[in-house]
């Protein structure tokens, strides 16, 4: 950016970084704060220090949270035997705003990729394989994507993790999900997933 301080040439370096946001984003996104600075930027950077200084990764599942152990886990309701592991904790956070599962969850971080070098040590499978015993689970959902990574994960996690029963979430066509608009592997995953009608 022409003639613009150092502070604001930093600043937005660092949010070209962000998902989402290139180069000219981030100056757009930049110009919009310093034109609202005090009901926006001063109130980012107050919200970014306090989740910097205050957020931290829950040391048994991996959520987000104010302490050590995350609400979730430290929750006795929450010990249903269930374990829903999932991919990242936005992942988390989706199935949670759903209301639909009452038990505990592993964030494993990522998915094992070969193409991106990232194996079972960088994802705390490790960990989730001792949580099992310790937490007395009885089944384990995996909740991750149905893509190639997704389902060489999956594969991995069902080897690895004997002696508990394995599950998946069904695949297939969406609530309110037209046919016509759906790709041959959702169609073909919604055949295979199919059930009686009650």
């Not at 107050?46 to 048994?60: D, F, K, P």
């Not at 374990?83 to 936005?90: G, R, W």
């Not at 209301?99 to 994802?123: E, Q």
Request: charged content about 20%.
């Amino acid at each position: 950016m022409a003639d613009a301080p150092p502070e604001i040439e930093e600043l937005i370096a660092l949010m070209a970084r962000l998902p989402g946001l290139g180069p000219r984003s981030a100056r757009r996104a930049v110009l919009h704060l310093m034109k609202r600075r005090d009901r926006l930027l001063v109130p980012l950077a107050q919200s970014l220090a306090a989740v910097g200084a205050h957020i931290r990764e829950c040391s048994a599942c991996g959520n987000l949270g104010t302490g050590d152990i995350c609400t979730i886990c430290a929750d006795p309701a929450r010990a249903t035997g269930q374990l829903c592991v999932v991919a990242d904790v936005a992942d988390l956070w989706a199935m949670e705003r759903a209301r639909v599962f009452a038990g505990r969850y592993h964030v494993l971080g990522g998915l094992l990729s070969a193409l991106d070098a990232i194996g079972p040590d960088d994802l705390g499978i490790p960990r989730l394989a001792g949580r099992l015993g310790a937490e007395g689970v009885t089944e384990v959902i995996l909740a991750l994507p149905a893509t190639l990574d997704g389902q060489t994960t999956m594969h991995y996690l069902a080897d690895r993790l004997a002696g508990v029963r394995i599950t998946t979430l069904a695949q297939g066509v969406p609530v309110g999900g037209e046919l016509d608009w759906l790709d041959e592997g959702t169609i073909g995953a919604a055949l295979r997933a199919r059930r009686d009608l009650e």
